[in-house]
């Protein structure tokens, strides 16, 4: 049987050195009808803090993170961001919430009748409505020459690759300078080559920013990249977490598999 | 397994008596799932109209996407609203005359045109064919936008996607159906008039001098008015189809269907309502 590391542990032991949590899970339950999804999981990520979620398709490690930004609503259990619960709390105040947290989609989710650049202006057309045309555009070349998309600001969503969309993706999700970063398969169905450069990308931003970031993602060799801590999931539930050396140490059988698989 | 052989499906290879008992629970449980439908179907528009209603009513107002939305519904309706008051008009024509000329009333035509299509046809036509041309519009380009996770990308940039997608359409049809209802009736006039014209002389300032003779207040502008309701339910019904919809490009094209049958229905079926609520009200 798998045992599980102390996760409420873990988090006190943060908090007393100094470095809260931005984002905590405790005991979450998330049921689709009778299909139970998550099943009582508990995870923190602190400023800096990379986490990468791995696990199986259907383990429901991205409706770990749509429950996160608020576009599921838990059973049960507790979503804290900088300390506040999430859950319970109307569209509006949770857009303030919502603010401080970035989400890239698994497919890029770009608004197809926009251009790349006008995909990258959304939030800031929404939110940043003091900034002058001239301000939002300057800011837009920036945010797409940091992920290396600047010449391609008049195309067309649809014009342009799977990888070139999710670096869109990622800009239009750092354009209000978010404090969390939620990455859902950041590099699916990517070649080598554009998974290599989105990690490099990924590792880039969180040296420059210091967000606390949860990647979720089965691709085991992109979350050794990017991540400070990895935690598996499995049937809902966290079966070990901690470094990939961890991982690699652990005498769980699913990990070995997991591991080997990868 | 029945003890013929046969796999009772539904019952309709067991003995009469086992196959009532089969049978009846599940009609019984068809129907409680019709039931349930219809009820859960009605609670969530509730639900989705009140949370519209909240985000009409708080800033901030998404004026850029309003006026887009009601040039959409507006602007880009006209043709097909003009062609098929048009349209209209001639038919009523045609219909009144020989009617008319029947009973020996023929002088009554211009009052039977302009009454026929301000009070009845003008509205109803363009609430159909709005509800055609934007109800689907609305439904299918919202559930696009579902399926692929561009609403979830909105609420996820901290946009309220009820006030950016849902209120900035119903509000456009709300104020636009009026405006077109005045150009389906233009439109039907018109060529009601020129159609008469054809087959017998009547200078277009007598049509209109005895068309609206003894006009009223309350004989007109209520009848064009009403139509900001059927904006409001071609509106609300797509928008609410769009943003629920569920499972890839056949979740999309149900919608668009939903959006049309359903905002079609309901429109007629408010008119009966709204032509009494008329007559009580501006007797």
Known sequence: MATTYDIAGMQEEREDSGHAPVVAVENLHKAFGSHIVLNGISLSVSRGETLAVLGRSGTGKSVLLRLIIGLEKPDSGAIRIHGQTIVGLGLDQLSEIRKKMGFLFQHAALYDSLTVGENVAFPLRHHRREMSRAEREDCVKQLLAEVGMERDVDKMPSDISGGMQKRVGLARALALKPEILLLDEPTAGLDPISSGEIDELILKLQRERQMASIVVTHDLHSARTIANRLALLDRGNVVVEGSFEDLQQSNIELVKEFLKQS | ?283
């Not at chain 2, 024509?93 to 023929?106: H, W, Y």
């Not at chain 2, 609305?138 to 946009?159: N, P």
């Open chain 2, 1 to 283: 397994m029945s003890d013929r052989g046969f796999t009772a499906v539904a019952g309709i290879d067991l003995p009469l008596g086992e196959r009532q008992k089969t049978l009846f629970p599940s009609i019984a449980g068809y129907l409680a799932g019709l039931f349930n439908g219809f009820f859960e179907w009605f609670g969530s528009l509730g639900i989705f109209f009140w949370q519209v209603c909240k985000a009409v009513v708080t800033p901030p107002y998404e004026w850029r996407e309003l006026i887009k939305q009601l040039d959409e519904v507006g602007s880009k309706s006209f043709p097909l609203v003009a062609l098929a008051g048009a349209a209209v008009g001639v038919i009523i024509s045609l219909d009144a005359r020989f009617t008319l000329s029947r009973f020996g009333a023929k002088s009554m035509f211009p009052l039977t045109l302009v009454y026929s299509v301000i009070q009845v046809m003008g509205p109803m036509i363009t609430g159909l064919v709005v509800s055609g041309r934007v109800g689907a519009g609305i439904g299918a380009e919202l559930a696009s936008m579902k399926v692929t996770e561009q609403i979830d990308a909105i609420e996820a940039s901290a946009i309220n996607p009820y006030r950016l997608l849902a209120a900035t359409r119903i509000l456009a049809c709300v104020l636009m159906l009026p405006l077109l209802t005045l150009v389906a009736d233009a439109s039907g006039l018109l060529t009601g008039w020129f159609a008469q014209s054809l087959v017998e002389p009547l200078s277009f300032h007598r049509f209109i001098t005895s068309g609206f003779s003894g006009a009223t207040f309350n004989a007109f502008v209520p009848p064009t008015f009403k139509t900001a309701v059927y904006g409001l339910i071609i509106g609300l019904v797509a928008s609410f189809e769009g943003m629920r919809t569920r499972g890839g490009a056949e979740g999309v094209g149900r919608a668009a269907t939903n959006s049309v049958v359903l905002g079609s229905l309901f429109l007629i079926l408010a008119d009966v309502v709204l032509v009494k609520f008329i007559l009580v009200v501006f007797p």
